[in-house]
């Protein structure tokens, strides 16, 4: 079984890095990776993370470096096919970056049938609108990007590169007025993070602390690692990757 | 404000016809924007439905007419960009079809950084791995493909299509035994309904009824009704698709 | 075998509804196979129709929602993959809008060549730069979008839809001035609808009548109905879908 | 004006080169635009002709060298946009070719849209299906490729590569059961040239003679030569490339 | 053993015509292939050169008519594909246009790798930034497009279409200040044409002669016919191509 | 200034870690950036590497993660974009992988053209067939991968990851018959790393030491250190890309 970090490299509002998903999600997959590997309950090779993947919502803000839909999933499908004609048979991808939860899905199901790996999708922390819980109720659940939780992880994984001196809260909650659309809601809307001023962030960094950032690190790891363990005998009633002709594969 | 119905064609187990995401996508839409029209609510123009969507993973079945993640794309791209030229400034997608959710909220996010599109995506019924609540406890929460709440949906839309005498249960309760993996669990998997068996169905139908179709149809109606309206006013603090310059929409 | 009616969504002048090619297409395929299957000469698919197609000639009118020629020849693909597999061997596209007709041809093919399906492109009226005769003799053969017959079309099959009040004669009489170039000339030439005015439509609906309507209409399923016959029993001399290896498809 | 020679490299049975489409097209286009140019009746361009193009129909004969509908498009917008930053307004192409009509039409209208120009394509024999009168009644309409008519060009425009004695008379006149289908006909069929056999003619080139050959280049000369005067002072009632967007043009 | 000549249609500045490129390649090739197969060292077929290919160096000078990156790998994909179903196996490129020179190895290994073929890139002159040497001292090494050795070439084959009194020496002297980065150095530099002058060339072409030019041009006729042997009979120690899977060649 | 490592993740024999050229473009381009900017002659950005490239000749090797031209392209392409609109105007690649140097030339370009960058390209160790020096004689400069000079390199920055008891001498000799053809030859070929045989290295590793590595590392910094300062204050004498036009740049 292969791990894949997916990151990113993207504007995090004055007080973060753009390196910041690409830190917590390679961070939290060494670290559940190597856990597994020290208790021998499964095989894992972990992959060279991706660094750049799909962050258009942040496209125009500077430090900001995205792939399209439509490269990205190039890079994924180049990746399976590789993994698979090296004897690879599953593939987790442990994602840092909430912008890639979507087109992950689909990249998923396109392994799965084109190439046949048994392909497992994890974030770190699960975001809001995949039904992730909040990670501070202050936010309101609006805390998306560079907020409480992101700004906690990294204080606790870079505190050198965390600038909270800068740090402002920056929660919409405007979009607590409706019910049907928003993060995590049953609709979802297209934003950018244009959409919500010209800082960049949403939510609430001046709450973060090293602690807070060290439990959900602990705690992302944790559920990781159990993961892992369950990809590496997961099964489905029948195998029907098989069960496919050349041209479905195409 | 414009509103596409997202239908498919594609096999639903030996008791539903392909057309089954199509009729219920397009009724529902139909009613719902008919109900705020009625009311005065909001002005909205109802799009000819997406007949043929991404049902990749039901390729190799017979009846199922899939179009990859890369040709669906371009043709909610198109779409956008006629809308947009057209004045169109408003898009709400209800999706009667799954496996379109993940690429949605990808086009929803394209369609507003390229073309300026506030956008929206709704289910008719919400799924189960996007926080939905399974339509019938007796499945587990398993029932994601042509199970009871699809059938009893047809068999309130369109009885004469549904043959309950080849209904038979398949529920796939060997995936309770995993608590990070599965539908609805923090992290998916890349299934293919043949991974679940030969018929292509995932739940149980025999439980169905018109009743509980006409419940499940009519709380989906009401809830796109609201959604509709919220959608004709909803904004963020800023509105960010102005502020890209070319080169980022490129 | 499969049919698949080609209908449009765009502009069609002040007089027509953008749904006019999608709704002739449709009625003329459904009444054709329906009158087939009653006739029992052969069996016959009715495939969902494809709403939006390649309107690019009225790109930037209100109401025209267009597929690019590379959308819509990988929409073709895609759903000529899906039939393959399904164990279609026969396609006939019914096609209503006359901006279609040359990418059609080069589906047929790609179809033929790729999937091994037989396949068909018959139009509801042979446009005149394929020899069709002009539905009305008062247009010169200029009656190429929204003229005497597609209005006479409609007035018949949707009359509610028709704006006989907004109706004007607009035939470019000059181009009748050029012996080589034109509508149904030999050497054809790339236009828009713009290039002919503010309006959109290309033609004279002034003299349409419901009845010239239902007479147009009667023929084209009657000529589709004896279509669909004779492509259900369709032979060449060789079956050369079999002699091509795998390379060659690709 | 610009005058671009589509010419093909394709088998054309066991007598001809699978030069022959390259050869017409480029001695035709050159005679044309010199007799043009010698007349001082417009000013022309005449660019170096594609040699490649669009030969899908006979993939898989030694000798062809086929580009597919995506390449060969690409091609032509590429070479469109080019000549619109050369400061070119009006394009004809000169195809010798039958297999690049449909695409053809695309392209006509693709670079009219996207780049402004005025296209027009022009063939050097107008194709049966394209409303051309058949070149020898012997073939009954039925000699596409290698038949009467270009044998008898390449007799007289290159006779040292023309094999007589392995000419062969392979006419399906099978096809003339057919009313609605066919070459010509009004509903079209996607064939290969292996459909028709393996020798990859179609039609009588027994009867070929130099002298026809001569005949039906002068004419076809005389008409590309009209053609180009006409397309050099060719309008339409409003010029319709300002009027759209860059979104439209897309 | 296939040879294709890669020429190019572009500015060569004021002195040169369009056609340059594509000239010296066709000739260089007949030749050398004319010289092969008189000798009898080996069995060569002569393709029709590439007229059109990646000038993207010189987009937006008059007379350049250039393909992408994308459209060029197409077309080169096609073709390597049309002539492994045709039996050849081997394939030399013979190009005389530099900046073809980066994709051309690209495609060299595309080829082997999807179809198998023993591919080979040479060069009528080769590039000062491939290690050939500089045709002329006077131009430091700077003369690339447009100098002293390709105005000698066009005295040689086509005097007529050389203007002399147009010809000025360009020699971008002040990049001799570099030490790392330059035309041959070891750090390459993305340029075009245009950040030279608005002349287009670059280079001295006012010590062109026709005596230099058939000293070059033999030259290279007599590299190239070597190369033509070598590559007949070239082989690795082991054949490569039959080790991949499918998948490895997608 | 931006500086772009390119690394790759492919076989390099039984010896060397799949990492090797990620190992070494990233560290030289560190060490390069962080002797720049101590001594304060040019401001530089070190980009994350891109750890998965063009490998494709190493494809169907376990280990060896391969992205196809056209994936990579568009992945430099989406880079440069973010660059530009982020407000760099020049880009150095530091490239570890020599199948890498033809796509980045064309990178290079397309880069200039699309986004007015300025950019370079810089090999840690310049490829025999881009006019470097071999790093050992016994090698008759035929040690292109997995040979005397990545070993050396790796055993001085990575010793604990090369498996020196595994290492054996790989050097096609019988190339060196060839005159015209060959690596840093006139005439390059299409090779697979298979073409050489199951081991997957061409060169002789069993030469290598940590004292020639370290040399071999400090010369490469040392070299791009230079180079960095000099892309810093590159120009040419006119700044062609503002004389572009749109769509010149599309």
Redesign the interface.
């Known amino acids: 079984m292969a791990v894949l970090p997916l990151g990113a490299?993207e504007q995090h509002g004055p007080h973060l890095p753009v390196?910041t998903d690409?830190v917590t999600a390679t961070e939290a997959a060494t670290a559940a990776a190597g856990a597994v590997a020290a208790s021998g309950a499964a095989s894992v090779v972990l992959?060279?993370?991706?660094?750049?993947t799909k962050s258009?919502?942040h496209?125009?803000?500077?430090?900001?470096?995205?792939?399209?839909?439509?490269?990205l999933?190039?890079?994924l499908i180049?990746?399976g096919?590789?993994?698979?004609?090296?004897?690879i048979t599953r593939l987790?991808f442990v994602n840092g970056h909430g912008?890639n939860?979507?087109?992950?899905?689909?990249?998923?199901?396109?392994?799965?049938?084109r190439?046949g790996?048994?392909?497992?999708?994890?974030?770190v922390a699960?975001p809001r609108d995949?039904?992730?819980v909040p990670a501070s109720g202050a936010e309101h659940g609006l805390g998306v990007h560079g907020g409480h939780g992101e700004t906690s992880l990294m204080l606790h994984l870079r505190p050198g590169l965390v600038r909270m001196d800068l740090a402002e809260r920056r929660v919409?909650e405007?979009?607590l007025a409706?019910?049907?659309?928003g993060f995590?809601r049953?609709?979802?809307?297209?934003?950018?993070?244009?959409?919500?001023?010209?800082e960049g962030h949403i939510g609430d960094p001046t709450t973060a602390t090293a602690e807070a950032g060290k439990e959900l690190f602990e705690h992302a790891v944790e559920?990781l690692a159990?993961?892992l363990v369950?990809?590496s005998r997961?099964?489905?009633?029948?195998?029907?990757?098989g069960?496919?002709?050349a041209?479905?594969r195409?």
Chains 1, 2, 3, 4, 5, 6 share one sequence.
Do not use: C, K
């Not at 997961?234 to 990757?241: L, R, S």
């Open positions: 490299v390196s690409l992959l060279e993370p991706l660094a750049y258009d919502e496209a125009g803000f500077p430090g900001t470096i995205w792939l399209s839909w439509d490269t999933m190039r890079v180049d990746v096919r590789s993994l698979a004609a090296s004897g987790l912008g939860s979507a087109l992950g899905q689909v990249a998923n199901r396109e392994l799965r049938r190439f790996l048994r392909t497992f999708f994890a974030h699960t995949q039904g992730g919409p405007d979009l409706y019910e049907q659309i995590g049953a609709t979802s809307f297209g934003w950018l993070s244009s959409d919500f001023g010209p559920q159990r993961t369950e990809a997961f099964t489905t009633p029948a195998d029907g990757a069960a496919l002709g041209r479905d195409a």
